[in-house]
């Protein structure tokens, strides 16, 4: 299944509900900092048309305030994100993970613990096999 393009706020709304689990809009607008907290009615058009994407669903109505939770798992948008950013760079890792060294994002500890993950998945594939 093909996972749905995010905007950031999107993501950002898809965030409260991986966090909080389900929520109403009003849960979800409130939960936004006071200063970059966006209108009712932004969030309202966002969360419906995260439905349209079948991103989240409606699970139960709480009197007149519908419930909302997701559908798609954070792993799969981070994916989705990830496969998108890194199209950019033809599918290279090679130029990003240059461009995070000397930006200073990068750490030892990032590239020890992303070679543990790769021997892993080089030991899981291989008993899968």
Partial sequence: MRHPKLSK????????LWSA???AI??????????????YTTVQT???RLEVKKALRRSRKIGNAHIFEAVISRDAAQ???VDEFLSIF???MQPVM????????LTS???ADAEKLLQELSIKRKKDA
């Fill in 98 to 105: 240059a461009q995070l060294i000397e930006a200073g994002n």
């Fill in 109 to 111: 500890k990032d590239v």
């Fill in 9 to 16: 706020l999107e993501m950002q709304i898809m965030e409260v």
């Fill in 26 to 39: 009003r849960e979800i607008q409130e939960s936004f900092g006071a200063k970059n907290r966006p209108a």
């Fill in 46 to 48: 966002m969360v419906y």
């Fill in 79 to 81: 994916r989705r994100l």
């Fill in 21 to 23: 689990g389900p929520s």
């Fill in 90 to 92: 033809g599918g290279r």
